[in-house]
């Protein structure tokens, strides 16, 4: 398999979900963003529905890989989010932390 020539970085911001593909040369080669809902349980605090942020990320990248028009075999990725599951239903128990 030959070295990917692209990384695909997600962005997931306080009001946002955006998906980049660069190029070797650190170059934006295609773009994608949704908007979702802010939740302010306290003075001070933001929360974000972990569904949202899942539902939103798999649309940014699904749409970025499509308007690059790399492969995904041409694509290296790294990104990271918290948000607890529920044990017993695998279903999530928390609001996603950043």
């Not at 773009?31 to 649309?59: C, K, M, N």
């Not at 948000?83 to 996603?96: G, H, I, K, P, R």
């Amino acid at each position: 398999m030959s070295t990917p020539q692209h990384v695909l970085a997600i962005d997931q911001g306080t009001t946002s979900t955006r998906a980049i593909v660069f190029d070797a040369k650190a170059r934006a080669v295609a773009i994608a963003r949704r908007e979702f809902e802010q939740h302010y349980p306290a003075s001070g605090w933001v929360e974000h529905d972990a569904e949202d942020i899942w539902r939103d990320t798999l649309a940014t990248v699904r749409e970025v890989i499509e308007r690059s028009g790399v492969g995904v075999a041409g694509i290296a990725a790294l990104a990271a989010s918290t948000a607890a599951l529920a044990s017993s239903t695998v279903a999530l128990a928390t609001e996603a932390i950043e």
